[in-house]
Nanobody
């Protein structure tokens, strides 16, 4: 059974930082690309960052230069380092595998709230 468990969200002030983690199990983690996606109020899921099995990473334009995705295959974990966080980054963040289209294989998410 595939499990994806996100953590690290919380309340943060604008300009602050958070590090999200996602621990994966039930599949060959090192062979699978991983996404971080988010759902903000009134919108559907939007991708934020992607890292493939070769450690190449890609970012949505609005987070480029602020967020960094990384993975530790020994720990079956993917991370999202969020710096210079903005109010529009508020949302629920999910990690998702690239095995299922439309981010259909994802965890329960972790909430990020940006407020002063």
């Amino acid at each position: 059974e595939v499990q994806l468990v996100e953590s690290g969200g919380g309340l943060v002030q604008p300009g602050g930082s958070l590090r999200l983690s996602c621990v994966a199990s039930g599949f060959s983690f090192s062979s699978v690309g991983m996404y971080w996606v988010r759902q903000v109020a009134g919108k559907g899921l939007e991708w934020v960052a992607y890292i493939n099995d070769g450690n190449y990473s890609f970012y949505e334009d609005i987070v480029k230069g602020r967020f960094t995705i990384s993975r530790d295959n020994a720990k079956n974990t993917v991370y999202l380092q969020m710096n210079n966080i903005k109010p529009e980054d508020t949302g629920r963040y999910y990690c998702a595998t690239a095995r299922v289209r439309n981010y259909g294989e994802r965890g329960q998410g972790t909430q990020v709230t940006v407020s002063s």
